[in-house]
């Protein structure tokens, strides 16, 4: 599952069964987040793949629901800059599946910011403290957000609910460029999931795929 030092195949990684992820209650002291969060991890080799097969590929890490259980399973993952090609992170929001179809992404988009290599670990880490600290500022409206590793850049992307609402994505996008400091030519781009449903129809190519 992309734990430091661990050296399990990703085979063997397939073919277990998906077991439920319990959440631990706030313990005394502990400071409860907003919502519950569940952590996951992917990879796969390049090709061509499904909407079954990469479902199959989705493994849940974590949950957690205070900033103590977060920091506590965070320290013991390998950073994105560590992690091989076509790896991805996934964060959503428990009871949210990192998938385009999901009721409460198939309405909604993602911002997608392309990096070059070896800003990863920094720019997903506050993307993701900014996500469980709600600096954000939309209500409901974020969903998870995504780290893809890739074999000349990575993919960062933050999701959310309501592509429709040009007035959201606009303070998602200013919020964005503010907690990861990018410079100002950065390219950004939103993508609807309904368009990414269309344009992969047929079938998905991993080396292109973005969720």
């Given at each position: 599952?992309?734990?430091?030092?661990?050296?399990?195949?990703?085979?063997?990684?397939?073919?277990?069964?998906?077991?439920?992820?319990?959440?631990?209650?706030?313990?005394?002291?502990?400071?409860?987040?907003?919502?519950?969060?569940?952590?996951?991890f992917s990879?796969?080799?390049?090709?061509?793949?499904?909407?079954?097969t990469y479902?199959?590929?989705?493994?849940?890490?974590?949950?957690?629901?205070?900033?103590?259980?977060?920091?506590?399973?965070?320290?013991?993952?390998?950073?994105?800059?560590?992690?091989?090609?076509?790896?991805?992170?996934?964060?959503?929001?428990?009871?949210?599946?990192?998938?385009?179809?999901?009721?409460?992404?198939?309405?909604?988009?993602?911002?997608?910011?392309?990096?070059?290599?070896?800003?990863?670990?920094?720019?997903?880490?506050?993307?993701?403290?900014?996500?469980?600290?709600?600096?954000?500022?939309?209500?409901?409206?974020?969903?998870?957000?995504?780290?893809?590793?890739?074999?000349?850049?990575?993919?960062?992307?933050?999701?959310?609910?309501?592509?429709?609402?040009?007035?959201?994505?606009?303070?998602?996008?200013?919020?964005?460029?503010?907690?990861?400091?990018?410079?100002?030519?950065?390219?950004?781009?939103?993508?609807?999931?309904?368009?990414?449903?269309?344009?992969?129809?047929?079938?998905?190519?991993?080396?292109?795929?973005?969720?």
């Amino acid at each position: 599952m992309s734990l430091k030092n661990d050296n399990s195949s990703e085979e063997e990684t397939e073919n277990k069964e998906e077991k439920p992820v319990k959440v631990k209650k706030p313990g005394p002291g502990e400071h409860p987040l907003q919502f519950i969060y569940t952590f996951w991890f992917s990879r796969r080799t390049p090709g061509k793949t499904t909407a079954q097969t990469y479902d199959q590929h989705l493994k849940k890490v974590f949950s957690f629901t205070t900033v103590e259980q977060f920091w506590a399973y965070y320290t013991h993952l390998a950073r994105p800059g560590d992690m091989p090609d076509h790896s991805d992170y996934h964060l959503f929001k428990d009871g949210i599946k990192p998938l385009w179809e999901d009721s409460a992404n198939k309405e909604g988009g993602k911002w997608i910011v392309r990096l070059k290599k070896g800003l990863a670990s920094r720019c997903w880490e506050n993307l993701i403290l900014a996500m469980l600290g709600e600096q954000f500022m939309v209500g409901e409206e974020i969903c998870g957000a995504v780290i893809s590793v890739r074999h000349q850049e990575d993919i960062l992307s933050l999701w959310n609910k309501t592509a429709g609402d040009q007035m959201t994505t606009s303070r998602i996008r200013d919020t964005l460029k503010r907690v990861l400091n990018l410079p100002p030519n950065t390219i950004m781009e939103y993508k609807k999931h309904t368009d990414s449903l269309r344009d992969n129809s047929s079938y998905r190519n991993t080396d292109m795929f973005m969720r």
